[in-house]
């Protein structure tokens, strides 16, 4: 456990060395602003497009501080061939990819727990009221999804060489997921065969990570998501990240790691 | 011959200087995109208009709390719920049941995700309205010319928000972009009436609203006959204006002619009926008091 802790102790060291994660900060932050800084016919109470600009930003940094610090990990450490007296100290590959993981998914922790508190602070002092048992299960339902996102992430970085084209892909596949997901099966009723079958298939495989974006229940004041259901949802990004995890470890276990 | 070097970039100056104060005027009159003070006009030009009808969408979202139908959805595509409303309609049982656009839970996995997702069919109210301005105030930057961002917004703010100097300053805004509109004037004249009370000026407004409909419709009969709810809701209201002054003989006017037009004339003919009753009445009182 130690040798995983150290090995994510790096990664998260590596968020605030480098500059992704303020620039998407800063830049979060300034356009919250500029646009809670407008007025409309002169009401200062309004207050729900900057929750939903906010959000969807937050969003949007979450989804691209967790794959651009996934996918550029193993293939950096095999670049500079520092990969070498990493796996001689010894490490096993197996703990190479539990400590990758722990660290990048600790580290989209630490972001989202900023960006969120940057949330609660903007529209709390609009809003005069902070429902932090929302946030708290927002910031939850995103981080368990960002966990599933997170080791795809790493399992494109072992089949693709280049950090670029797994960021591509994966972004294009979270994203898919995440707009068109949930309404595969609605799609796949108007389709006809074999092309229903091939829609219902994708439906029931892929990760529902719609589930966990439950922007709009803070957006809109719904109140809260029932425990129970929240429990659910981790299980099933637990499970999603285990055999993403897996997936990760049968193709590096085996991979030569001469560039 | 060899030139200068500081000659030659004195003569392109003098040529650069010289060009330009001839093209400017010209330059001018090219694009309409340098008149313009609006800056999405200035940055999209007119693919802006695109946009509006999205932001419009997007303030009948926030007028939901977030439940509405995605492009999946198979769904009429009916009249939004905050025009209905500024209307002065409520929504009717078909238009409830057109909004269950989830219907039955169509596997596990649908039945579980609405646990996360807004499955509700509200509409906002106690001043949560205001919501759905910013919508609208960026759906009137977008397109100036989309007529229903104004009535829309200047009805809420009056009815719901009590803003009505805001409302109308956007309806004036809306008139300038699209001077003599005849919805714009009768959301105007209503706003007179209702919040100003002020009936002179609403009697002006609403009977310069319905000549400006007659004007854009004498000659398109097809165009009258789609538009025919505009001229019912000014004349029914100008009839309510006029009865309520006591002017029962304009009040019957405006009656008759809203019946021409309104898809429940039978009722408007009572509220004739019952104003020649008045009128009748008012007349034999006089004379039984003489006897």
Redesign the interface.
Known sequence: MNTIWALASVVIKELYRRKDFYVLFVLTALITIATGMVNFFHDPKIVRYVKDVCMLLIWVSGLLIAITTTARQIPAERESRTIFPLLAKPVTRWQVILGKFLGCWLATGIALFVFYLFFAVITGSREQHWPWLGYLQAIWLQWAMLAVVVALSLLGSIVSAAPSSTTTICFITVAGILLVGGHLNTVALHEPQPLQTLLYTIYFLIPHLEWFDIRDRLIYDWGLVDWLDCLLATLYAAAYTGLFLLLTWFGFRRKSLNT | MKASPHLLLALTLAVCFTLATGLEPRAAGWSNRTKSNNVFSVLFGDGRRMFASEFFTMADV?FH??YYP?I???RQEGTKAIVTESHGHAESEEDERNEDFLGRP??W??R??R????TEHTHLEHSHE??I???L?LAADMDPQMIQTYTVGAYF?CQH?D?PR?AES?LREGLRNNPGNYEILFGLGRLYYQNYHDTNRARNVWQLAANKWYDRFKLDPEGAKENKIGFDGITVNLASLERDAGNYEDAIRWFQAAQKVSPAPGALQEQIDELKAKMAAATNAPASLAH
Do not use: A, N, T, V
């Open positions: 926030y709390s977030g995605s999946f959805d198979l169509k596997d996995i649908d579980f995700g646990h996360f997702r807004i205001r919501e301005l910013p919508w105030r703010m928000l803003r805001e956007f």
